[in-house]
């Protein structure tokens, strides 16, 4: 079946096609208004649906009947938006669905179509944790007489859910998520001006958390919609570092759903506006910086675009220069050792496997303080080895990533799927100790 890069109207008209669906019915079915819709249809390639949008498009198509596929190939193929006009990418004059005209598809009863949408995509991905809660959490509504917490409770409560999960405890962070959602608004009731700026800064930062526990999960299209949600946050409080920091978790939602041209475009971008619009003259500043201009550089490397990692990288190490130290300002964990660590993931991500492991031996382990971080470089250590074939030393590496952060091995779909191949392509003792981990660790193989 043909991928779809990036959704246009014509391709989502020709879905609607396939499924042999009215304007109406495919509306309801998405969870979306029906003027929606019908704008895709009439702008045709000239309208990019928005982000969480593009997400459910993904999943009807890969929830359709195999007769449902052929049509929609074969509509593309005539013409209604070909294989070829997807590679050589959207028309110049394209236009972005925002949303923003009206539509109402952010009101909760399209969120809740979409949540058991996009939810049924879910289903099974991994075996721990229980994401479900934190799905309804997310699409529940709720009203501004609610219970509400104080801010200085709620700011508490929102870092407590940044620690839990820098420090891999899942299980834990999706807890506080699901309490603190429903939080949320009655928090915002009454507020105004530079109070209602802060609240919503510590929104996105709440939807940052849910967005990233959902990525380690693997609920891409979920992830995406939090990770819009941080940015519309982000963006109502006004705070230029705030918005730098949800294109960080927007930039790796967009990733995860395989749009890693547009995570370089967007990681580039916000950087650049943070620069411009701060002078990076503070640490936060300094620290979101570098961590998106990281970001985009394992983006450009997903690409094979060498030459943009490189140079992504090297401005990440000017970042970190100027930061001065290892810190976590802002929850970025960002410094000279992080840099090290990114070098590492893009080494290995272009597929230069002794490299990555070269450049692993070089870290200084006793500074990276962050157990999801430290649990990372291991996993990426495993995949090297895995790939050079050396499969003791990736089981080994895999190991001491358990004993970092337990939750973010089991959790992981990319773990699993490391123990698999280690389970698969290695011979005699080591695949029966691959096994045998992988049992005891909660790995489905």
């Known amino acids: 079946m043909a991928t779809v890069t990036t959704w246009t ?34 702008r045709g390639d000239k309208v990019l649906p928005r982000a969480d949008m593009q997400a459910a498009l993904d999943t009807v198509l890969s929830r359709a009947t195999p007769e449902v ?20 990418g959207p028309p110049a004059d394209i236009q972005a669905d925002t949303g923003a005209d009206g539509d109402g598809d952010s009101g909760s009863d399209g969120d809740v179509r ?37 801010i200085p409770h709620f700011t508490r409560a929102v870092a407590a859910a940044k620690v839990d999960y820098q420090a891999c405890r899942y299980e834990r962070v999706l807890d506080r998520l699901v309490t603190l959602l429903p939080s949320l608004e009655p928090v915002k009731f009454g507020t105004e001006g530079e109070q209602r700026q802060r609240v919503e800064a510590l929104a996105a930062d709440l939807y940052h958390v849910v967005g990233s526990v959902l990525l380690k999960v693997g609920d891409r299209g979920m992830a995406l919609i939090a990770a819009e949600r941080s940015a519309r946050a982000a963006a109502l409080s006004e705070d230029p570092v705030a918005i730098a920091a949800s294109a960080r978790i927007m930039t790796h939602a967009l990733m995860g759903n395989s749009h890693d041209a547009q995570a370089v475009t967007l990681a580039g971008n916000a950087a650049q ?12 500043a300094v620290a979101v910086y570098g961590a998106l201009v990281l970001r985009g550089a394992i983006a ?84 090297a080895y895995t790939q050079w074939g050396r499969y003791e030393h990736g089981l080994n590496a895999l190991r001491t990533a358990y004993e970092v952060a337990p939750e973010e091995i089991r959790c992981r779909p990319t773990v699993q799927r490391i123990a698999s191949d280690l389970a698969m392509r290695a011979n005699g003792s080591a695949q029966i100790s691959a096994v045998a981990f992988a049992q005891s660790a909660g790995i489905r193989l």
């Open 9 to 42: 109207g014509q391709d989502a008209n020709a879905l609607r096609n396939a499924l042999r669906m009215s304007v109406t019915a495919f509306a309801e079915h998405l969870g979306v208004a029906r003027r929606t819709v019908a704008k895709w249809s009439s």
């Open 69 to 88: 596929r052929e049509r929609f190939e074969a509509l593309r193929a005539k013409g209604t938006s070909g294989a070829a006009a997807d590679a050589a």
């Open 114 to 150: 979409r949540r058991d949408l996009l939810r049924g995509a879910a289903i099974g991905i991994a075996a721990t944790p229980n994401v479900a809660p934190l799905l309804d959490a997310l699409f529940t509504f709720t009203t501004s007489d609610s219970a509400a917490l104080s």
């Open 273 to 284: 506006s943070l620069d411009r619009d701060t002078r990076l003259a503070s640490s936060d």
């Open 300 to 383: 450009a490397a997903r690409r094979d675009d060498r030459d943009t990692a490189h140079t992504m990288l090297d401005e990440a190490t000017r970042a970190a220069s100027r930061l001065g130290y290892d810190g976590n300002d802002r929850w970025t964990g960002f410094g000279a050792t992080n840099v090290q660590l990114h070098r590492v993931n893009i080494a290995l991500t272009l597929g230069d496997a002794g490299t990555a492991i070269a450049i692993a031996r070089t870290v200084a382990l006793e500074k990276v303080t962050l157990a999801e971080r430290k649990a990372s470089l291991f996993v990426d250590v495993a995949r």
